[in-house]
C-alpha cells in the first residue's frame, strides 16, 4: 500500500488546489473521529479519507467508465446519477491502479455520497469526516460536528435524513443504498430506546 505522502503526491496532480485542501482536511477529521470512537487503525482512517475524493475531477467519462467496471453493487439509480459516480470510480480505480486490496477502506470510499445499511466504523468515519471537514461551512455544520462526536449512529442518522431531504427537494432519484441506509439508522434509534425503555 502506498504511504500518505505518497497519496498526498497522487492528489496533488490529481486535484486542484482547493479539493486537494478539502481531501486533507477529511482524512484529519477520519483521524479525529477514529481516537475518539477508539477504531484501532487510525493511519487507515487517514489513509482513506484521503483518498475518498480521489477520482471527483477527472472527466465524467473516465467516471463512468470506473463505474461500469466495478462490481461493488452499483444501481440503476446510481448509474443515472452522474454526482455518485466518483465514489464508485475512486474505489475502483485505489484497487486497480494503486493496488488498495483492503476491502473496508474500498467500502469506505465507495459509500461515501450514498451510505449503506450495516456500515462499518470505517465507512461511517469517512461518510461523516466528509461532512464535517473544516472546509464545510452548511448552516448545520456545528451542530453535525458535535453531534459527530457525541454519537457516530445519531449522526449518520441526522446526516442521512438530511441527504434524504434534500434529494427529494432536488427532486432526484434517490438511491436505494441511501434508503436502506436511513431505515438501518432508524431501527439502530429504535433498539436503542426499547432498551432504554422508552416507547
Ligand atoms: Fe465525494
Ligand atoms: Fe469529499
Known sequence: ????????????????????????????????????????????????????????????DEQFTLVKGSDMNVTEVEIATPPLHHAIAGARYAEQALNLYDEDMLNAIRYHTVGRAGMSRLEEIIYLADLISADRN????????????QSIEKAMLEALKFSVTDVVNKGSML?????????????????????????
Do not use: F, W
Open 138 to 149: 452548511y448552516k448545520d455544520v456545528s451542530k453535525m460536528r458535535k453531534t459527530a462526536y
Open 175 to 199: 438511491p436505494s443504498h441511501t434508503i436502506e441506509a436511513y431505515n438501518y439508522y432508524i431501527s439502530i434509534k429504535k433498539k436503542d430506546k426499547e432498551r432504554a425503555g422508552v416507547k
Open 1 to 60: 500500500m502506498y504511504s500518505a505522502d505518497e497519496i498526498k503526491d497522487i492528489l496533488d496532480i490529481r486535484l486542484s488546489k482547493k479539493r486537494y485542501q478539502h481531501s486533507l482536511n477529511v482524512a484529519a477529521e477520519a483521524k479525529k473521529l477514529a481516537e475518539h470512537y477508539e477504531y484501532a487503525n487510525t493511519e487507515k482512517a487517514y489513509i482513506t479519507g484521503l483518498l475518498h475524493d480521489i477520482c471527483k475531477e477527472i472527466p465524467k
